[in-house]
């Protein structure tokens, strides 16, 4: 057996919906599958999901405050006022801030931009920062992916006389602030039918309604931002995603063309995996390493020098932020380690932590122990701690944090992120608070990490065709995940380690007639675990390998489980010790059947893990339900063996079975053997075994040990005598079969077992094992 290190949370498909569907669109029942999973299960919606059939952008005067906020700042640009953006540091902030300030200058409206800076000022919008931007002659100022939560700022900005539009999309809080516009589809009273909008996505719907139609030159930066800020990859995230990713393979900005060559991809084949693991961090790293202003440069820069000093900066400030992020997370590791793991939400704090990496520590560290964590940075001159958290499924972080409002000042977010200030003097309390909370509402089975499987199919399903049309669902994302599909009872074929130090696997399943390569990075170790020839459960993701033109499906394995026992045949094999010794202690028993192997066993540690079967009493008490059983020397005969494993609902059997004397291609002396053997001693009355046994031997062609055991045997039937080495026959004795005597016996049940055990195929005992485990234990 092998456990899986997840749950899967298999989903059922409408089967009936999904064989229509295929009919319908002419599509393979895999993919049929996975749209009906998806909410997809009518040919109209289906094809609009796809192709895109008659998909439009929602028309931008739906939210709330829309036309408010475009007479205002048409007004401000026919006045000249001076305009100010006030954006975030992350790759939506950033993006938000292009989006806005590139369609205000295309009409020629005096405008700048602000990003606050995240070490001085922290996150949002902040009183100082107004009065500066006041000072500066600006008489309208609009946030754009914040602003939600600035309550007392929005005050400030009536007081000096400057008119704030709030363009967000974060979770607005019980008091909206009293701005003079506020552009969020979440706000009470807004009627836009999509809600999950990113901070560019609100941006850009803004920009549509100062334009007057979609503008979609600005759509590859929608799509960064959309990617990057996880949002749900469905409906007009979805549309503005993959209309995005199209215009960004083509995209003319000077500083995308630079930054993407420097993360090494290229950007005519980019996706959201490119967007997701090579834009959008460099992006972040500007601002969790220093101001971001780099960072709306680069992507407003018409000049190819310029774009290319700044993507290698940014690309350096990205290297520091690994680093950075890999010594902090060392440090909170060691921290929950010293701590033990008994909290429900991990809450570590440290001064000189930078508070700009904080979220991806959280990140690491969820990943790591699978439960919420909070991060904090603390600021001993301030007196306050900065920090981020992330969650886990089963605990909304915003909804609970929300109920320590009382102190958390400056705190925002989502069900599975947020970011918050607070006073030194309450870390303490927050993580008392959050833990308690917690405890109510999460369960042991909570902190497994769960893993969402789409589709259930068979080997037979997968072809290079339904991967394709999977992959028209694309971009994946949040809401709309890359699909994870599960293969249930194939049989390993071959199973190897790969890679240069060996520490990736790669596993060959076949049904008997159709095979399939699984690649499973950083799980070399589980190649130790998996027999050839098992029957195996495996959840992965699908994907099209192509290698010297030729292509094939393969599956990248996410989780395995092995549901029957396995036995693994280490018999004959050197490396059987190195094995054991990799095995968990606690499910981990040693049986041998000699005393020597016992005392062995017990000088190399072994002790509290080693059973010796002496006889029927030590097997049938021998317990091993789910254990792996490791049997180290050979049973003295099968009947002892079938006691010991007899109904035992084992996991693992580890066959070594060293013995110190083979017997089953050692000579098996004949009747004839004997028959001719006991008529020449019959002939001498009397042979000197000692002196003569050898010569006998040599003449015959047989061994000595074989002159030797058919000696024991007639003495043990009362045939011969035996004095000082000389052999005299008994006058008329018993008759006696051969039987009957204990020595030819026993020699007859060390073959059984050598036949039976040490010889037999693994196949041959396995089927055998299968048998004597579903026996009755007596």
């Given at each position: ?344 939400v991990i809450v570590v704090a440290r001064s000189g932590w930078n508070p700009g990496v904080v979220g991806i520590v959280a990140s690491k560290l969820v990943e790591r122990y699978y439960r919420p964590a909070i991060v904090l940075g603390i600021d001993e001159e301030k007196g306050i701690a900065k920090g981020s958290a992330r969650s886990i499924k089963g605990f909304d972080l915003f909804q609970n944090l ?85 293969i249930n009872g194939a049989k390993v074929d071959e199973t190897r380690k790969i890679g240069a130090h060996q520490n990736h696997l790669k596993l060959v399943l076949t049904d008997g007639q159709m095979k399939l390569d699984c690649v499973g990075f950083h799980k070399g170790e589980i190649e130790d675990e998996i027999v050839t020839g098992t029957n195996i459960s495996l959840v992965g993701e699908l994907s099209i390998n192509e290698w010297n033109n030729r292509k094939k499906p393969q599956l990248m394995l996410k989780d395995v489980a092995v549901q029957e026992w396995q036995l693994f045949d280490l018999r004959g094999k050197r490396s059987w010790e190195e094995k054991i010794l990799k095995l968990d202690p606690k499910k981990r028993t040693i049986v041998c059947f000699r005393e020597e192997t ?181």
């Open positions: 057996m092998l456990a899986s290190k997840m749950r899967w949370d298999v989903k059922t498909t409408d089967t009936k919906k999904a064989k229509s569907l295929s009919e319908q669109l002419e599509i393979t029942p895999l993919a049929a599958s996975l749209l009906v999973m998806r909410g997809y299960d009518t040919a109209d919606k289906a094809a609009s999901f796809l192709y895109g059939k008659d998909a439009e952008f929602y028309d931008p005067y739906l939210l709330k405050d829309m036309e408010k906020a475009v007479q205002r700042i048409k007004q401000a640009i026919a006045k000249h006022e001076q305009i100010m953006i006030y954006g975030d540091y992350d790759a939506d902030g950033v993006t938000s801030t292009t989006v806005l300030l590139q369609t205000l200058k295309k009409y020629s409206a005096e405008v700048d931009f602000y990003i606050p800076d995240r070490f001085k000022e922290g996150y949002g919008p902040n009183e100082a920062a107004f009065r500066q931007i006041k000072e500066q002659g600006y008489s309208l100022i609009i946030t754009v992916d914040t602003g939600i939560a600035a309550v007392h700022e929005a005050e400030v900005a009536n007081e000096l006389g400057i008119d704030l539009i709030i363009t967000d999309h974060h979770e607005p809080g019980p008091v909206l602030p009293h701005a003079y516009a506020i552009i969020h589809p979440k706000q009470p009273g807004c009627r836009y039918p999509f809600k999950e909008l990113a901070g560019v996505g609100v941006a850009f719907k803004l920009a549509h309604a100062l334009c007057g139609e979609v503008p979609e030159d600005l759509l590859d930066l929608c799509a960064i931002g959309t990617i990057a800020d996880l949002v749900p990859l469905h409906d007009e995230n979805r549309q503005i995603a993959k209309l995005g990713m199209m215009q960004f393979r083509k995209t003319k900005r000077l500083g995308l063309k630079a930054l993407t060559k420097i993360a090494g991809a290229n950007i005519h084949d980019a996706d959201e995996e490119t967007i997701g693991f090579q834009i959008a961090p460099r992006l972040n790293a500007v601002g969790r390493i220093e101001q971001a202003d780099p960072a709306v440069h680069l992507l407003n820069t018409e000049d190819e020098t310029e774009a290319q000093e700044l993507a290698e900066a940014i690309h350096d400030l990205n290297k520091e932020r690994q680093k950075i992020v890999g010594q902090m997370t060392e440090e909170a590791v060691q921290m929950i380690e010293e701590q033990g793991l008994e909290q429900h929300s109920e320590c409002r009382d102190i958390l000042p400056h705190f925002g977010g989502h069900p599975m992120a947020a970011g918050m200030t607070l006073s030194l003097d309450h870390v303490t309390a927050l993580r008392e608070r959050i833990n308690r909370q917690a405890a109510a509402v999460l369960t042991t089975a909570d902190f497994i990490p769960v893993q969402d499987v789409d589709l259930s199919c068979r080997l037979e399903d997968i072809t290079l065709d339904s991967i394709a049309e999977m992959n028209m669902l694309a971009p994946f994302g949040t809401g709309n995940p890359k699909p994870f599909v599960l016992e005392s062995k066993l017990t000088r190399l540690g072994f002790e509290n893990e080693l059973v010796l079967i002496k006889g029927e009493i030590e097997a049938t008490q021998l317990h091993l339900h789910g254990r792996y059983a490791v049997f180290i020397d050979m049973p003295p005969s099968i009947e002892l063996f079938y006691q010991t494993i007899k109904g035992q609902q084992l996991e693992r059997i580890y066959l070594i079975f060293n013995q110190s004397d083979e017997h089953f291609f050692s000579t098996v002396p004949t009747r004839e053997y004997f028959r001719w053997y006991y008529g020449f001693l019959l002939k001498r009355r009397t042979f000197d075994l000692e002196k003569h046994g050898g010569e006998l031997a040599k003449f015959k062609g047989w061994t000595k040990d074989t002159i030797d055991f058919m000696t024991k045997v007639f003495f043990e039937l009362g045939f011969v005598t035996i004095e000082n080495g000389v052999l005299t026959v008994t006058y008329q004795p018993e008759k006696r079969d051969l039987t009957d005597s204990t020595t030819y016996q026993e020699k007859q049940r060390l073959i059984e077992v050598d036949q039976k055990l040490g010889y037999s195929s693994v196949d041959e005992l396995k089927q055998w094992l299968d048998k004597q485990i579903m026996l009755m234990k007596v």
